[in-house]
Antibody, heavy 118, light 107 residues
């Protein structure tokens, strides 16, 4: 059974940092593109970041470019999102998502809430 | 960035009726469009990929159509569990983008 379990969310002050983790099971992390997608309270979905199967090719949304960094540890089957210089507008539920290729975003984690506030 | 515009913002229908949701792209995305369903407190669920292909386990009452810039998600014979928010998403160009969502509510 495919599972994605995020952790690491919480309350952080503006300007602070947080690292999200996503432990996956039921599939091999290195075989799939992976993404982070976020959803601000009461708002829609926003794509945040992507990592290729090669582990080095990454992309970021304009709103997080230069502040967030995606990475993975294939030995631990874990995806990460390092978030620096956090802003109030980064407050959201962050979802870890598997990219099934042409089938789209086929598996999602349950999400982890990040709240940026003083 | 490709902008996806969904309409209507809210759709009020009764169980048993047919729902038609639209998604328009600011430029051609071929058929690289997916639809997701999200219920309160839950993660989104993949319904349709490549504009018209149902994902695994999705009931036949869900169907997708369109190509280029205009896409439609049709839900025939609405069931009570279908009332939710629906998002379209394109994977033609980076950054991948989502529409703003259509809320399907019970009339």
């Amino acid at each position: 059974e495919v599972q994605l379990v995020e952790s690491g969310g919480g309350l952080v002050q503006p300007g602070g940092s947080l690292r999200l983790s996503c432990e996956v099971s039921g599939f091999t992390l290195s075989y799939y593109w992976m993404h982070w997608v976020r959803q601000a309270p009461g708002k829609g979905l926003e794509w945040v970041s992507f990592i290729h199967t090669d582990g080095t090719t990454t992309r970021y949304g304009d709103s997080v470019k230069g502040r967030f960094s995606i990475s993975r540890d294939t030995a631990k089957n874990t995806l990460f999102l390092q978030m620096n210089t956090l802003r109030a507008e980064d407050t959201a539920v962050y979802y870890c998502v598997r990219d099934g290729g042409n089938v789209g975003f086929d598996y999602w984690g349950q999400g982890t809430l990040v709240t940026v506030s003083s | 960035e490709i902008v996806l515009t969904q309409s209507p913002a809210t759709l009020s229908l009764s169980p048993g009726e047919r729902a038609t949701l639209s998604c328009g792209a600011s430029q051609s995305i071929n058929n690289y469009l997916a639809w997701y369903q999200q219920k309160p407190g839950q993660a989104p669920r993949l319904l349709i990929f490549d504009a018209s292909n149902r994902a695994t386990g999705i009931p036949a009452r869900f169907s997708g159509s369109g190509s280029g810039t205009d896409f439609t998600l049709t839900i025939s014979n609405l069931e009570p569990e279908d009332f939710a928010v629906y998002y379209c998403q394109q994977r033609s160009n980076w950054p991948y983008t989502f529409g703003q969502g259509t809320k399907l509510e019970i009339k």
